[in-house]
């Protein structure tokens, strides 16, 4: 082979991996905006569904999240029971993790931490409980008080929506709470996800870390914990998570 030759087969490879590059790139941006994307869980709200720590992948398109399946099939059905990702209502630049509990046109009520839909109890196995009990969080919907943490639009709103002790979901919105009960910001204090907030739902969790590492961190420590973490690996890994598929 001349040395010619060789030099031109050198100098074509260029644009042929450029372009291979490209595709990839193309193929990944796709997969994140319309199929899955991944989210890491920050605190204890779904124990011990969920634990800080936890890496998931979401899938995007079950509900039709995206404006791709939206145009291709329709919203798939959000059930009571579903965990789903979603735009937090007072903070959309914020992601929430929670389980739907109330759908659209559901009366809901708890007494003693007791989930009560259309008059009757839930059954809910994945839910966890470990504080003494308080009057709003698990005698909900009060109206005779106002608790701290409590949305000041949401009381005014949550007034007109109560009926017989029962809050009542309007059209296109859900109720949603965390799985433990007791920790959770979640619809009993900042009010209904609308359905155009919703995400998608946790397919599985693909990697799971153990100790302080799993905490938020701001920024500047963002690269301190990617060194630690990748030096620490085998150590800080929660084997019998990783891999789990998210029910």
Do not use: C
């Not at 005014?156 to 009926?163: F, T």
Request: proline content about 5%; glycine content about 8%.
């Amino acid at each position: 082979m001349s040395a010619d030759h060789v030099q031109h087969v050198h100098s074509s490879s260029w644009p042929e991996s450029l372009q291979w590059l490209l595709g990839i790139v193309v193929i990944a941006v796709f997969i994140v905006t319309f199929i899955v994307q991944a989210f890491q869980i920050p605190s204890e709200s779904m124990e011990n569904t969920l634990l800080t720590g936890d890496y998931l992948l979401v899938d995007k398109l079950h509900f039709g999240a995206s404006n791709f399946r939206g145009q291709l099939l329709p919203y798939g059905k959000v059930k009571r029971g579903d965990i789903v990702v979603f735009h937090y209502p007072l903070d959309p630049r914020l992601h929430f993790v929670k389980r739907v509990i109330g759908v659209p046109g559901d009366h809901i009520r708890l007494i003693n931490k007791q989930v009560y839909i259309n008059g009757a109890p839930m059954v809910e196995g994945y839910v966890h409980y470990f504080r003494p009990h308080d009057a709003f969080r698990d005698e909900f919907p009060r109206l005779d008080f106002l608790p701290s943490g409590l949305s000041g639009a949401w009381w005014q709103e949550m007034r007109k929506m109560v009926e017989d002790n029962q809050l009542i979901v309007p059209e296109g919105n859900y109720f949603v709470m965390g799985d433990n009960r007791d920790d959770s910001s979640d619809s009993r204090y900042w009010g209904f996800v609308p359905q155009e907030n919703i995400v998608g739902r946790p397919l599985v969790i693909y990697w799971s870390m153990r100790g302080q590492e799993a905490g938020n961190t701001t920024a500047n420590d963002k690269l301190t914990r990617f060194i630690y973490a990748m030096g620490h690996l085998m150590q800080i890994t929660r084997w019998d998570r990783t891999l789990r598929l998210v029910n």
